[in-house]
């Protein structure tokens, strides 16, 4: 059962050739039907999982999002992820919206939300550092449009802030401070310096509305300043739907979100996903 699932989710082996590989190289055969059962039985081995898991991370003062589309039935369909430094939870809806993040924390609201600018995930931390990363792209973007002026400041601004982040472990707190403080003043500064191109004016119009948003992580040092943790966690789905175009029952999304979340939490506890799925199938998977 442990390698079926394994084999599936983690290396993207269709059921044809999941029974095809079973037959020819141990000697099993296995039904894409009686592997498709296989998957179903583990539901509630992962819905007990995920609980403790989503309980794990409504415990944690930092919390990280990302969404991505995915198809059920041949609709499109989000696979959420919200990771925290101990715990990894995915789920799949068929909405995009902010409920569906709001639904997860319930009552609780972290400390800081780390996410994309994408309007589902506003409002959820009473902080939130929004990804420099993205924001870059939105920089080049202009660049690549033509404004020589603005957008290549705030590159570069962006850039020695992110390098300033990586040096946290070595600075006094009130170096750190001043970096902060120096941080916001040139972004100001940058805001205000006439933009002839529309691309720069666009993006400091964009700029302006997450204002207070962009250097979180030089006040916190428990605070990334890119969202790639959340983008490394759901990258593998991204690659399990192009390879399967997604899940064509019903029960299928809950068991990947529940192997996701499953193997991405003991990860970070420094277990491989065998190891995870093997410790669930035999009940002693804990999450720490």
Not at 49 to 63: E, Q, V
Not at 122 to 143: P, S
Not at 208 to 234: H, M, Y
Not at 267 to 276: D, F, K, N, V
Request: charged fraction near 20%; charge should be positive.
């Amino acid at each position: 059962m442990s390698g079926h699932t394994y084999l599936h989710h983690s290396h993207h082996v269709g059921f044809e050739w999941l029974a095809r590989l079973l037959k020819e190289v141990f000697g099993l055969t296995i039904s894409e039907g009686a592997i498709a059962n296989t998957f179903r039985r583990m539901g509630a081995a992962f819905d007990s999982a995920r609980a403790a898991i989503k309980a794990k991370l409504l415990s944690a003062p930092i919390i990280a999002s990302d969404e991505t589309t995915t198809r059920v039935n041949g609709v499109t369909h989000w696979q959420w992820v919200f990771h925290s430094e101990h715990a990894v939870l995915h789920t799949i809806a068929a909405s995009r919206g902010r409920a569906v993040a709001a639904a997860v924390l319930g009552d609780h609201q972290p400390e800081v939300w780390i996410s994309d600018r994408y309007v589902g995930q506003q409002e959820l931390g009473r902080l939130h550092q929004v990804c420099l990363a993205h924001v870059l792209r939105d920089v080049q973007y202009a660049i690549d449009c033509g404004d020589s002026v603005v957008a290549p400041k705030i590159r570069d601004h962006l850039r020695w802030a992110i390098r300033v982040g990586k040096r946290r472990s070595s600075l006094k707190d009130g170096t750190l401070a001043a970096y902060a403080a120096k941080a916001e003043r040139g972004l100001d500064a940058l805001l205000g310096v006439p933009a002839a191109h529309p691309a720069g004016r666009e993006l400091q119009r964009q700029i302006k509305a997450w204002r207070g948003k962009f250097f979180v992580f030089l006040a916190d040092r428990r605070v990334p300043p890119t969202n790639n943790g959340s983008e490394q966690e759901i990258r593998p789905s991204v690659v399990f739907r192009k390879v399967t175009n997604g899940f064509r029952s019903d029960w299928g999304p809950g068991i990947h979100a529940g192997y996701r979340s499953v193997t991405g939490t003991a990860r970070r506890q420094g277990q491989s996903a065998w190891t995870a799925i093997r410790d669930l199938v035999g009940g002693t998977f804990a999450v720490v």
